[in-house]
């Protein structure tokens, strides 16, 4: 009797173990992408809403991402920003912003440090000191 019940409790844990990782799985599995490091880019109702910094979120780049690229030692990132920005999200002065301008944005994923928002031309002269490959540029 004593084994039926072990085997009984056994069973039910297996069970609910695998079904809390199926819920889980459901609830953040299909919405995050791993980029490099720390950075994940999370999809909401576009193709790419936002990238994360899960051990950091100041470095997180708010809504909406149009593109990003990475080599694992740079990420660099085009943004139109979501205006009114989302609480979530510390609050990002945008250079002369318009509702169609564009904005850049560089991770260095070794030492977690973001530039940003920049316009294109500070976008590629940061490229070309930072010697970020012609790839990653947009």
Known sequence: MVK???????IMI???LHLLLYLINISYGD????????????????PISAIH???????NIPPTVLSYNTDGKYITVMQKPSI????????IRYPDYTETK????IITVSNDSVIGPLCYIDFLTECQDR???EELRF
Request: charged fraction near 20%.
């Open 4 to 10: 039926i019940k072990w085997l009984f409790y056994t």
């Open 14 to 16: 297996f069970i609910i």
């Open 31 to 46: 919405d995050h992408n791993h980029i490099a490091g720390s950075y994940f880019c999370y999809q909401e109702n576009t």
């Open 53 to 59: 910094d899960l051990e950091n979120s100041k470095n």
């Open 84 to 91: 009114p920005q989302d609480v979530v999200y510390r609050i």
């Open 102 to 105: 564009i904005y850049y944005w």
């Open 131 to 133: 010697k970020i490959s």
